[in-house]
C-alpha cells in the first residue's frame, strides 16, 4: 500500500492552496494552474504511514520459543503514563488494540503480527491520544477509537458531533486540534469523488473510498459505531494485498527498548502480548571455547561434556566452523513440586554442535554417523547468520557476534538431541532447553544495545503489522482489559472477585500452575497468599472445579 500511495503521490503540481468545496473537482488558486482532484488527495501523505516494510526487526529463531508460564504484566508497578515497571522475565497482558487503517480488514484466525514504529505525519498525535486515553478511563473505548477514525479519514473536529469534539478536547490539545482541522479534507461529493478515483488500483480506491464515506458519517449526529464499524473494518478472507508475506502466528519480534515482543488479536479491539524482558545469564566455556554451562539466576542449569575421542567434523572452504559431539547433556532445575529440591535429566553419547560463525562460502559432502546432519546444519547456520546480519542493519551492534551463534547452534543442537532420542519420560526437559534461547535473546539484546541494563521501564505502544497488507494494523496503549476470575471461582465461596485486592488476585493466578497438578499443593500455595486472609473453603469448591 505505501508503495502504491508513493507511485501515485509524485506529481509535478504544486499545491499552494488546499480548498475542496462541493461542486469542485479541480482547485483553483490566483495564479495556479487548475489542479485535478485525484492529485491534491493522493499527494497528501496516510496520516499514519506505518507498514509491513517497516517491521524490521523479527525473529525466526524464535518461532519454536513458546513459554507456558507467564506473570501477568497488569500485577507490575506502572506509572501514571502508563510505563511497567518491570525487572527480568516472561510476562503477558491483554490490552485494548485499535485499528489504524480505514477500509482495511479485520485480522483474522492464525495471522502473524509483528512489532513496527509508529509512523506518519500525525503519528504523535495519535501516540499523546492513547497515552493520555490511560487517565481518563470515562472515555469509552469505542469513543477512542471513532476519535482515531476521523484522524485517520483526515475529518475536520470542528465539523464533527458535539460529543466528539467533546471527547477530542480531552485526548487532545488546542494546538493539536488546530493541526488535524489545518490538515483535514472536505466533503467530496460522491459523484466527483468516483469520477477522481476510477483509475485508481482497487486496494488504493477501497481505502479512499472509505476515508470519504467516513469523512461523511462523522459529521452526522445520529450515526451508530456499528455503521462507522461496517465502514472502517471490513468482514471475511482478505485477498492477499500487495507486498504480502507469510508471518507465523505467534513470531516475536525485537523491540528497541531491550526486549522481544509478539501479538496475538482476538478482532481489532483487543490484543494478547507476551514479552520477554531479558536476564542475565552465565555462560562457560571450555579452552577450545566450546560452551560447557549455560546457567541463570534461579538455579536453572545446562551443563555439556564433549567427546574428545570423535574427531571434530569440518566444512570444506570455511575454515572456521566445525563441529563436535557431546558425551553429556544434563539438565538441572530447581523441582516446584518440591521446596528444596532439584530435578535432573542426562543424555549419553547423542548429539553434536556447531561452533563458530560461517563465512557462507564453505562446501557439505555426504557424510554418515554422528554428523550425517552437517549439511543441514551449515544450511541453518548460514540463515541464522543472515537473520542476525538484518538484526544488525537496524541498530549499531556492539562486541562479537560469536557468542550469539554458539547459542543458536546449541540451542539447536539441544532440541536435535534430546528430541530425538525417542526417550518421552522427561516432560520438563523441551522448556528447559529455553533457557538457551532466552541467554541467546540476552546477548542479542546487549549486542544491540538494549540491555545496557537489565530493569527497564516497559512503555508499549508502536504498531502492531500483519503478514497480509489488506488487514488492519493495530496498536495498544497498554490499557489492560479488566482480568476475569479463574473458571472455578465461585462469589458465594469465595467471595465478590472484583473486591479482592490486587495482590490477592495476583496470588491467585500464580498457584493456578499447581491446581490440576498437585491440588493440596495447590490449597497451601492459595493459603499461604501474602495479603488477606486465606480463602474461605478452599476445599469444598475444589471438586467442583
Known amino acids: 500500500m505505501g508503495t502504491l500511495w508513493s507511485k501515485y503521490s509524485k506529481l509535478s503540481v504544486l499545491v499552494w492552496l488546499l480548498l475542496v468545496t462541493p461542486g469542485t473537482l479541480l482547485i483553483r488558486c490566483a ?65 485494548k488494540s485499535y485499528c489504524l487503517g480505514v477500509g482495511k480488514y479485520a485480522p483474522s484466525e492464525g495471522d502473524g503480527y509483528l512489532y513496527a514504529p509508529l509512523k506518519g505525519p500525525w503519528a504523535d498525535i495519535v501516540g499523546n491520544i492513547l497515552r493520555r486515553s490511560l487517565n481518563q478511563p470515562e472515555i469509552s473505548q469505542q469513543d477512542i477509537q471513532v476519535l482515531l477514525w476521523a484522524i485517520l479519514s483526515r475529518t475536520k473536529i470542528s465539523d464533527m458531533p458535539r460529543d466528539m469534539q467533546l471527547t477530542a478536547a480531552k485526548l487532545l490539545t488546542s494546538e493539536e486540534i488546530f493541526e488535524l482541522n489545518g490538515g483535514a479534507l472536505g466533503l467530496i461529493p460522491e459523484e466527483l469523488l468516483q469520477e477522481a478515483l476510477a483509475k485508481l488500483p482497487p486496494e488504493v480506491r477501497q481505502v479512499l473510498e472509505a476515508e470519504a464515506s467516513l469523512r461523511r458519517m462523522l459529521t452526522e449526529a445520529m450515526v451508530s459505531y456499528d ?12 485477498p492477499p494485498g500487495k507486498g504480502s508475506r507469510q508471518v ?112 557462507g562460502g564453505g562446501q557439505v559432502g555426504p557424510l554418515s554417523g554422528r554428523f550425517s546432519n552437517l549439511k543441514e546444519r551449515y544450511d541453518w547456520a548460514k540463515a541464522h547468520k543472515n537473520q542476525l546480519d538484518r538484526l544488525d542493519e537496524q541498530f549499531d551492534p556492539q562486541g562479537d557476534i560469536n557468542d550469539i551463534m554458539d547459542l543458536g547452534h546449541y540451542s539447536l543442537a539441544l532440541r536435535d538431541a534430546i528430541s530425538g532420542d525417542g526417550n518421552d519420560t522427561v516432560e520438563w526437559a523441551a522448556d528447559h532447553i529455553y533457557l538457551v534461547k532466552k541467554a541467546w535473546q540476552s546477548s542479542v539484546c546487549k549486542r544491540e ?29 497498554g ?32 498457584c493456578e500452575k499447581y491446581r490440576e497438578v498437585d491440588p493440596d499443593l495447590w490449597e497451601k500455595c492459595i493459603d499461604s497468599c501474602p495479603c488477606g486472609k486465606p480463602i474461605a473453603s478452599v476445599n469444598e469448591p475444589r471438586g467442583k472445579s
Open 227 to 238: 455503521e462507522l464499524e461496517r465502514v472502517a473494518v471490513l468482514r471475511g478472507d482478505p
Open 31 to 95: 495564479g495556479v494552474p487548475e489542479i485535478p482532484l485525484l492529485d491534491v488527495i493522493l499527494q497528501r501523505e496516510p496520516p499514519i504511514t506505518t507498514s509491513l516494510s517497516d517491521a524490521v526487526t523479527e525473529v525466526p529463531f524464535l518461532n519454536d520459543f513458546d513459554p507456558k508460564e507467564m506473570s501477568l504484566l497488569i500485577f507490575e508497578p506502572r506509572d501514571p503514563d502508563g510505563t511497567f515497571q518491570v525487572v527480568t522475565g516472561l510476562f503477558e497482558l491483554t490490552a
Open 479 to 510: 490499557d489492560p482489559q479488566p482480568l476475569p476470575p479463574p473458571d472455578w471461582w465461585m462469589p458465594e465461596d469465595y467471595g465478590n472477585w472484583d473486591e479482592l485486592p490486587k495482590c490477592r488476585k495476583r496470588c491467585v493466578y500464580e
Open 248 to 359: 507465523p502466528r505467534g513470531r516475536w519480534s525485537y523491540h528497541p527498548d531491550g526486549y522481544f515482543i509478539r501479538y496475538f488479536p482476538s478482532g481489532y479491539s483487543q490484543t494478547r502480548i507476551q514479552l520477554y524482558v531479558p536476564e542475565s545469564f552465565k555462560i562457560e566455556r571450555d579452552e577450545l571455547g566450546r560452551i560447557t554451562s549455560v546457567a541463570d539466576g534461579k538455579g536453572n542449569r545446562i551443563e555439556t561434556e564433549y567427546d574428545d575421542t570423535v574427531d571434530p567434523v569440518s566444512v570444506a572452504g570455511d575454515s572456521g566452523i566445525r563441529g563436535y559431539a557431546f558425551r553429556l547433556i544434563r539438565l538441572v532445575s530447581p523441582d516446584p513440586w518440591r521446596s528444596g529440591q532439584i530435578r535432573l535429566a542426562e543424555w549419553n553419547d547423542i548429539g553434536w554442535t556447531l561452533v563458530n560463525v560461517p563465512s
Open 449 to 477: 544495545g538494549g540491555c545496557q541494563e537489565f530493569d527497564k521501564p516497559i512503555a508499549l505502544g508502536g504498531a502492531a503489522s500483519p503478514g497480509d497488507t489488506g488487514e488492519q494494523i493495530l496498536t495498544q496503549a
